[in-house]
């Protein structure tokens, strides 16, 4: 670990004296929204307002009519390596993911080998510090090889740099190894993230509904999510673990969180981008881009996830970034991979909340940035003087459409493809490096 | 968003015949009409016509089936066609080679029409949305999504005993779950605009929401039988009774199996039909099957009359061809 930090420090020590002019800076987490400027250097932020003394910026980023922000943080991406590099890359999907404003992501341990030892952890930090542009935090996996039965170690994993633990797609089926792996974890403080579903109900391609029924795909009910999350919560108020519940995909998931946080329960969730702007019906004749777990449910349980993001009973709001290759989308539906290359959009799908909901630009940043940090315990996730010189710089305004064969991941399975989405990424700044900048800016 | 409807060309016409969902009842009534002169053909010394001489036509089936199959060799070889029959266990598909790997290549041997059975929902949608542009593809059954010249024969069926399809009382009985066909004849049946469409059976074999398709749902096959002028009885998979679909198949037949008892409650001139193959004395008394009521094997010889004319719509179509501008490369 130390050796990782190290060489972090080293790089970031390096990274050049910037200052960001003429911006609209949005830092929630500070309940600042202002014209201000901002100066990095050593790979921290070092002022606001006016640059310190002595400060000569090496180079300067004129922000006019453009939002800045904090570099945004994505709870569920895949990156697809090591094992899966058909699918991406480390290299590959940072690069993807700082051209969607993303300086920090969280990978699930469901690689291959899967993350439930010290030296998996290191070996993904280390590449990511060499080859990736972003920042990468992993999770541990909650059972040993995922698979339900032997509590892994996540207090090693957890000194190794593993922000949380989870068992991701894999459900624990014993309740009995459930209630021990939330007690362990909260005996080490260490967060349990949840995918909630039942496996008995779960063995279908679809929501488990019209849509479905009419195109004679096997459905999973809305009962496959809410009697996993009623079995979590209640193992959740025994053991006295803090838990995340990720990918909420229907209403009625959203009012047992709701019902569970005003009954003091200490849980957060998230919601996909997608869940807030597709419905079952958007997979017509069998679109595979559409093919996603937990599945697009119907128009109610988008409306009830919008609303959910908005109150903040869901607080942050994540990519779920799955990049396949395109032989995986090439297939009969159930045959297809789930999944979507998701954080190129992710941006600018959170900010149609913002007419769809009503919601402000400065709420809608804090999903995407303070809150997510805050379930991650991280320090990122803010401008705060002295704080890591992760910065996102992008036009509110700019018009751009959603082009599969541009997309910078390896994977090019979007849905939105064709859509024409508001708000594109201009600059991308990690640890005081500029690791992303338009054409049309960068010169 | 709504997908565009890729069964129809640019003129509207006939180019892929995948499901009923997204045709109009004149398509259907044309469909019925232009089967009608084939259904005699039989009758004549020689049985073939020469519409679709020199096209070639391939049954490409990753899933067993014996009428199905047949129904559409013969009816390619009534047209003058050349048929090659492919069957892909699903064991040659696991050596690694994908579906659509498999299309391209037979593709490349210049094939013009794909009759295509899957069990996986989607298939022959997936396989129509990547064959080049000239390539009809017949879907002869997906999954559990769609069968449509099944329902279209069965359609043909009753209109030689029913005339008129907007008075009729419908009642689909069995395994609507998994069943490609109820699903297929739910959609012809509501366009061509019958009065009522039943759908019958306990509630592990009926999906959620299939009122939503426009029929009344019932789980007491005495009660739906009740002036039933079409009786349509599903085949019911011996493999339902595990996964907790079913108690036993006693049970089912006592429940939902058609007995001449039974069949008193629907009208006397009440037609009874079923896709086959037969599990007599599970969904269906022998006595019955055998009845004067019964039409199955109409329905099979009718099978090959609709074929034929869906094959030569679509396939007929692309006879003017040679008016359209050639196309660049000459690989095809």
């Known amino acids: ?443 | 968003m709504i997908a565009k409807n890729i069964q129809l060309d640019e003129q509207g016409r006939l180019k892929h015949f995948l499901s009923i969902e997204g045709f109009k009842r004149q398509h259907l009534v044309n469909i019925l009409d232009a089967a009608e002169p084939f259904a005699n053909v039989h009758e004549q010394a020689v049985k073939k016509v020469p519409l679709l001489r020199g096209k070639t036509i391939v049954n490409l089936f990753f899933e067993a089936s014996t009428r199905t199959r047949t129904t559409f060799e013969l009816a390619a070889k009534r047209l003058s066609a050349d048929i090659l029959n492919i069957n892909i266990n699903t064991s040659a598909t696991s050596k690694g080679e994908s579906l659509l790997d498999m299309l391209h290549n037979l593709e490349a041997m210049h094939c013009d029409m794909f009759i295509v059975r899957h069990n996986q929902s989607g298939a022959a949608h997936l396989i129509a949305q990547h064959v080049s542009p000239h390539t009809s593809v017949i879907n002869a059954g997906d999954g559990c999504h769609s069968h449509p010249t099944q329902a279209m024969l069965d359609m043909f069926t009753i209109r030689q005993h029913k005339k008129q399809f907007a008075d009729l009382r419908v009642v689909i009985v069995g395994d609507i779950l998994h069943s490609r066909v109820a699903r297929s004849q739910i959609h012809a049946l509501t366009t061509l605009g019958v009065s009522e469409v039943r759908v019958v059976g306990p509630k592990t074999l009926i999906p959620t929401q299939i009122e939503t398709l426009g029929v009344h749902v019932y789980h007491d096959l005495q009660l739906a039988l009740v002036d039933a002028d079409v009786v349509i009885m599903l085949r019911l998979q011996k493999e339902r009774m595990q996964g907790a679909l079913l108690p036993s198949e006693n049970e089912y037949y006592s429940q939902y199996g058609l007995t001449e008892k039974k069949l008193k409650l629907a009208k006397p001139d009440a037609i009874v039909m079923h896709p086959g193959p037969i599990n007599r004395g599970v969904e269906i008394a022998s006595s019955i099957a055998d009845g004067p009521q019964s039409v199955i094997l109409e329905q099979v010889t009718n099978g090959i009359a609709i074929r034929m004319a869906v094959m030569s719509q679509t396939l007929g179509r692309s006879s003017d061809r040679s008016a359209e501008p050639a196309r660049t490369g000459g690989q095809q």
């Not at chain 1, 970031?12 to 003429?22: G, K, Q, V």
């Not at chain 1, 949380?164 to 190894?177: E, H, P, Q, R, W």
């Not at chain 1, 679109?287 to 777990?293: A, E, I, K, Q, R």
């Not at chain 1, 009503?358 to 991280?378: C, E, F, Y």
């Open chain 1, 1 to 443: 670990m130390s050796d990782i930090t190290q060489l972090t420090a080293a790089i970031s020590a390096n990274s050049p004296a910037i200052s960001i002019i003429n911006g609209r800076l949005i830092d929630p987490a500070n309940q600042i929204d202002k014209q201000i400027n901002i100066h990095l250097q050593h790979g921290k932020i070092i002022a606001l307002g006016d640059p310190p003394k002595n400060f000569t910026a090496q180079h300067i980023i004129d922000a006019s009519h453009q939002i800045i922000c904090p570099g945004l943080i994505d709870l569920r991406f895949r990156l697809r390596e090591p094992s899966y590099e058909t699918k991406g890359s480390i290299a590959s999907e940072t690069r993807a993911a700082v051209a969607g404003g993303v300086t920090a992501l969280c990978c699930p341990p469901d690689t291959m080998p899967v993350i439930d030892n010290a030296a998996m952890v290191k070996l993904i930090r280390l590449k990511a510090e060499t080859e990736g542009l972003a920042k990468v935090y992993t999770l541990s996996a909650l059972t040993q090889q995922l698979q339900g039965e032997k509590l892994s170690e996540m207090r090693e994993l957890k000194n190794a740099g593993c922000v949380g633990t989870t068992n991701a797609l894999k459900a624990v089926k014993s309740t009995l190894v459930m209630r021990r792996a939330l007690e362990y974890a909260a005996s080490h403080d260490i967060t349990v993230f949840i995918q909630a579903f039942d496996p008995w109900l779960s063995d279908g391609c679809a929501h488990e509904g019209a849509v479905s029924t009419r195109l004679g795909l096997a459905g999973i009910p809305v009962s496959a999510e809410t009697i996993a999350i009623a079995r979590d919560l209640q193992l959740i108020e025994l053991t006295g673990a803090k838990a995340h519940f990720c990918h909420l995909s229907s209403a009625k998931a959203v009012q047992l969180i709701q019902q569970a946080q005003n009954d003091g329960l200490p849980i957060t969730a998230d919601v996909t981008a997608h869940h807030l702007h597709l419905t079952e019906m958007d997979i017509g004749f069998f679109d595979s881009n559409c093919h996603v777990l937990p599945p697009l449910r119907t128009q109610r349980d988008q409306d009830a996830l919008r609303h959910g993001v908005k109150s903040g009973v869901i607080s942050s709001i994540v990519s779920d970034h799955q990049p396949h290759s395109s032989d995986a989308k090439l297939a009969p539906f159930a045959e297809t991979s789930a999944g979507i290359s998701g954080v190129e959009t992710l941006l600018p799908l959170a900010l149609k909340m913002i007419e769809a909901q009503g919601m402000s630009i400065s709420d809608v940043i804090a999903r995407l940035t303070q809150q997510p940090a805050k379930i991650l315990n991280l320090s990122e996730g803010t401008l705060s003087v002295g704080a890591d010189a992760d910065v996102c710089i992008f036009d509110p305004e700019a018009w751009w459409v959603v082009d599969r064969k541009k997309l910078l991941s390896r994977g090019k399975n979007t849905p939105f493809h064709g859509w024409e989405l508001k708000g594109k990424v201009t600059y991308t700044i990690k640890s005081g490096e500029i690791v992303f900048a338009t054409e049309t800016h960068a010169n």
